[in-house]
């Protein structure tokens, strides 16, 4: 088990022995020390597949670490740009922690459940989605501007 802060908003989706995360973690550090940037998600298999050779480390392709990666982030163990494509376990500017991201993104009316699936949070916006159905098949514009406003949230 492992201890979160009150305030995280999400878990890891996969279940990843503590040798792994660790490994991955000094592999993004080593890479960052050596790219004097934060690295990207191949520049953190090629340091994992440097650092333990053969089959010491169960991450084999570029698949697999984009898995490893979204666990840590989820877990908000490591720091990521905007756009999700580098990566650091120190703090840059710009860089943020999954749960900074989303209360960036959905402030407080949207939340992950158990599960990690988004979910409207107490007080946050709902939709009646047979209402939205008939709008999208109907031909009535007049439906459309009803509810245009309470559609985009931003």
């Known amino acids: 088990m492992c201890s979160r802060k009150p305030d995280q908003v999400a878990k890891a989706g996969l279940w990843l022995p503590w040798w792994v995360t660790n490994n991955a973690m000094e592999a ?17 298999l090629a340091e994992i ?27 908000d163990w490591i720091y ?14 710009g860089y943020l922690t999954f749960s900074e991201m989303f209360r960036k993104r959905f402030g407080d009316e949207y939340a992950c459940d158990r599960q990690g699936a988004i979910v409207t949070a107490p007080g946050g916006k709902t939709h009646n989605m047979k209402q939205i159905l008939d709008m999208l098949k109907s031909k009535d514009a007049s439906l459309y501007e009803a509810q245009k406003d309470s559609l985009y949230d931003g």
């Open 28 to 44: 993004i550090r080593s890479a960052e020390e050596k790219l004097k940037t934060p690295p990207t998600i191949c520049e953190v």
């Open 49 to 75: 597949k440097h650092l333990y050779p053969g089959r010491s480390m169960p991450i084999n392709h570029g698949y697999e670490t984009i898995a490893l990666v979204a666990s840590l982030i989820r877990e």
């Open 80 to 93: 990521v740009d905007d756009v999700v494509v580098h990566m650091s376990l120190t703090k840059h500017e």
